[in-house]
């Protein structure tokens, strides 16, 4: 007898767990049938799956509100079609704006449903009066941090710590490489919003430092061909297109990472990748001055760098809202250029924190936790 399961992943990490995760069903499950919204990675596995990603990874409360509509209509399309289908599972990556409201739709309208989280979400930094909720209405928290799994487990809900899907997929990527020396890796983030803020600050920054350094050279890894159009964009505004100073691949981070003397990385799951393959890195973070000053109100911890976070002391630099500007960006990565015990020190604690990630076989054993609910 066929299982039905309906997975929903709304940004491009999220699309890469889901599609391992998928995989890794398939193995347990044979018989298992996928529908739901991922990217092009979860696609390939499953042609139920349409991919909406490019345009659901919208980061910051003013940015959601400006796409509410578009938003709405997604949720609307996506519980009928769930409805309709009446899954054994639902599945739910990451991407918590989203996938907790719908957690709850679907939890009244198909009770008989089991809802499963992967890639719990940080509600721990941000609002941890959620977690009661969540209690109640998931039936499963699959958590990648190890110290979540307290937090979650205390409030009722059964929760297994994975391990995180990252150490796999990265062991996939590795490449045996010497790194370039004076390569600066920009990592700008895979959304637009995300590129078209931090971008323009990576962009000015090498153009200072190739007026003091014109030996150093600069690579900016774009998650889409879209991403990269806009990406040049910048740099033709910027003066330095001529010059090859910055050259743009798409889909290139990881080998980026492995290359680079050093990097700046946009915060989020890519300071994880960057840490696990030995970057040293400067992490950079913008949003709307009202998404700042409401995340200032809600956020309840010291640092936003998940890899400080995981570490619980500052690992790496952030440079975060008004800091993240050319000068302090050209001050700390001409440090990690030019000090090359600085940048051993910081190679080897980041190598450190990440291998607190846990084990291989994250996937296999989150799709094996899933597998029981059809037992």
Known sequence: MSQSIYIVAGEVSGDTHGACLMSALQEQLPEVVFHGAGGPEMQAVSEHVTNWVEDAAVMGIVEVLK???????????????LVAL??????????????????????????DTKIVYYISPQVWAWNKGRIPKMA??????????PFEQEIFQSAGLKTVFTG???????????????????????????????????FPLMVETARRMHVHHPEWTYEAAAASEKLAASMREIVQKSGLADTGVIKIGTGT??????????????????????????????????VAWPTWVMGKLLVKVDFIGLVNILAGEKVVDELIQTEAEPHNLELCLTTLLK???????LRARLLDTAS????????????????????
Request: with cysteine; glycine share 6%.
């Open 339 to 345: 000090d090359e015990s600085a940048r051993e020190t």
């Open 86 to 111: 009446k899954p054994d599972v639902l599945v739910l990556i990451d991407y918590p704006g989203f996938n907790l409201r719908f957690a709850t739709a679907v939890r009244e309208q198909l009770p």
């Open 136 to 145: 109640a209405t998931l039936d499963l928290m699959l958590c990648i941090f």
């Open 67 to 81: 796409h509410y509509k578009w938003f709405k209509q997604r949720f609307d399309e996506m519980l009928r079609e």
């Open 164 to 198: 995180h899907p990252l150490v796999d997929e990265l062991e996939e990527k590795k490449i045996d490489v010497p790194r370039e020396d004076g390569l600066v890796g920009l990592f700008p983030g895979s959304r637009e919003r995300e590129v078209a803020r931090l």
């Open 356 to 375: 607190r990630l846990g084990e291989p076989g994250a996937h296999d054993r989150a799709a094996a936790e899933i597998a029981k609910l059809f037992v």
């Open 253 to 286: 981070s990881h080998a980026l990472m492995q290359r680079a003397t050093c990097g700046v990385v946009a915060s989020g799951t890519a300071t994880l990748e960057a840490a696990a393959l030995g970057l040293p890195y400067c992490l950079v973070y913008k």
